[in-house]
């Protein structure tokens, strides 16, 4: 059984940093990309709808890529003996409120997390 489960999130204030977690079971870990997700406050709550693909990283780690809105300031990174992805955000802005999940696609099928909430407020 699949399974991703998200832990980090948090209030901080802008241009402060926080570190995203995603614990991943079920499937062959090191053989599939990870991907970070964002769902802003107030968009259409359907799954896959008005997520924004903030970071991605394959499976060995040796690619990632980024929106543009988190370029240069998150980082995607994994690590497959503890079976973690991570995502580091730093000098965050209160356009990044959203709540963060993590998302596997593991043999045709996606795998959500339940999401994290990030909210970057003075």
């Known amino acids: 059984q699949v399974q991703v489960v998200e832990s980090g999130g948090g209030l901080v204030q802008p241009g402060g940093s926080l570190r995203l977690s995603c614990s991943a079971s079920g499937f062959t870990f090191s053989s599939y990309a990870m991907s970070w997700y964002r769902q802003a406050p107030g968009k259409d709550q359907a799954p896959g709808k008005e997520?924004?693909?903030?970071?991605?990283?394959?499976?060995?780690?040796?690619?990632?890529t980024y929106s543009d809105s988190v370029k240069g300031r998150f980082t995607i990174s994994r690590d497959n003996v503890k079976k973690m992805v991570y995502l580091q955000m730093n000098s965050l802005k209160p356009e990044d409120t959203a709540v963060y999940c993590c998302?596997?696609?593991?043999?045709?099928?996606?795998?959500w997390g339940q999401g994290t909430q990030v909210t970057v407020s003075s």
């Open positions: 997520r924004e693909l903030v970071a991605r990283i394959t499976g060995a780690g040796g690619r990632t």
């Open positions: 998302y596997a696609q593991v043999v045709g099928y996606g795998y």
